[in-house]
């Protein structure tokens, strides 16, 4: 069982910034594609962005792009996603996942990954 854990989560007001952390303490990530997720109360979870194993590729859903950037720190084994310029509908659970077989390349980031962390919340609000 991969175990990931996600961080960095809060209330910060609109326009601020938060970067959230998804780490394993047993296995390293650089051999899995990576993906960032949320699901807003009500709504269905949709993915955001991913990074292919070995850096081979990052997507990101249209409409994430300009303000979400992900990378990887492979030296602390963590995946980030920084988010700028938060809005209130990004208010959502963020949940980071891990797969050993889809490549973010040709799918991007996929709620069919085998594993998921616990998220992390977010709430964006004055």
């Known amino acids: 069982q991969l175990h990931l854990v996600e961080s960095g989560g809060g209330l910060v007001r609109p326009g601020g910034s938060l970067r959230l952390s998804c780490e394993s303490s047993?296995?390293?990530?650089?051999?899995?594609?990576v993906g960032w997720f949320r699901q807003a109360p009500g709504k269905e979870r949709e993915g955001i962005s991913c990074i292919g194993m070995r850096d081979d590729g990052i997507r990101y859903i249209e409409s994430m792009k300009g303000r979400f950037t992900i990378s990887r720190d492979n030296a602390n084994n963590t995946v980030y996603l920084q988010m700028n310029r938060l809005k209130p509908e990004d208010t959502a659970v963020y949940y980071c996942?891990?797969?050993?077989?889809?490549?973010?390349?040709?799918?991007?980031?996929?709620?069919?990954?085998?594993?998921w962390g616990r998220g992390t919340q977010v709430t964006v609000s004055a």
């Open positions: 996942a891990a797969d050993p077989t889809f490549l973010c390349k040709d799918y991007g980031p996929h709620v069919g990954y085998d594993y």
């Open positions: 047993r296995f390293r990530l650089d051999q899995y594609t």
